[in-house]
């Protein structure tokens, strides 16, 4: 059965930290991988990502991702009470745009 | 502005009655998906429509109906069948060019039944 594993589930951090979040996955026709930021109601896109060791950067937001061992990372650099939020990681399948998505990983940024 | 939107943003309803949640999308994608977004499960696939008068059931659509008559619009139905209706709804529209596949999301109906 496909599925996408996210890790931890809840983080909580202090203004200025950087902070690392884990999505691996195991599904059959892969063709990429999504990550977006939910604050309070419609998940947002960050980064799509395709094709393994090349990093996407957006600010303080980077990803990358390895096919080869299944799983991509998110980096926040120096979090910011904004940044609070729940992550999602998804895989999007070869066909059809299907995406599924993993359990989330709520972060939580104190000043 | 171009977007999705959904209505209600909150309903209440009783057990046993059939409820009907709406997305209409302007952005002329051919693609929308409706999940189900419970505590600690992420998001989870109830039905999926790549073009007008068409759908395919999701992992959970037990309970759910939809229909696709228009490109603009994929109401969601909850039936008396699903045994747990109480969930936040999350509509969604994508292209369907490979080059596109980004998933668009609506606001979101948190619909609580008692």
């Known amino acids: 059965e496909d599925k996408v594993v996210q890790s931890p589930l809840s983080l909580v951090v202090h203004e200025g930290d950087t902070v690392t979040l884990n999505c691996s996955y195991e599904?059959?026709?892969?063709?990429?991988l999504l990550w977006y930021k939910q604050e309070k109601k419609a998940p947002t896109f960050l980064f799509m990502l395709?094709?393994?060791?090349i990093e996407k950067k957006s600010g303080r937001l980077s990803s990358i991702l390895d096919k080869k061992e299944l799983f991509s990372i998110l980096n926040i650099t120096a979090t910011q009470t904004g940044d609070s939020a729940i992550y999602l990681c998804?895989?999007?399948?070869?066909?059809?745009?299907?995406?599924?998505f993993g359990q989330g990983t709520e972060l939580s940024v104190k000043p | 502005d171009g977007g999705i939107t959904q209505s209600p943003k909150y309903l209440f309803r009783k057990e046993g009655q059939n409820v009907t949640l709406s997305c209409e999308q302007n952005?002329?994608?051919?693609?929308m998906y409706w999940y189900r977004q419970d505590p600690g499960q992420g998001l989870r696939l109830i039905y999926y429509?790549?073009?007008?008068?068409?759908?395919q059931k999701g992992d959970i659509a037990e309970g759910y109906s939809v229909s696709r008559e228009k490109k603009e619009s994929f109401p969601l139905t909850v039936t008396s069948a699903q045994k747990n209706p109480t969930a936040f709804y999350l509509c969604?529209?994508?292209?369907?060019?490979?080059?596109?596949?980004?998933?668009?999301f609506g606001p979101g109906t948190r619909l609580t039944v008692t």
């Open positions: 969604a529209s994508s292209a369907t060019d490979t080059s596109s596949y980004e998933q668009y």
């Open positions: 599904v059959t026709n892969f063709r990429s």
């Open positions: 395709t094709s393994s060791g």
């Open positions: 998804a895989v999007l399948y070869n066909q059809g745009g299907k995406l599924i």
């Open positions: 952005l002329n994608h051919d693609a």
């Open positions: 429509s790549q073009i007008v008068n068409d759908f």
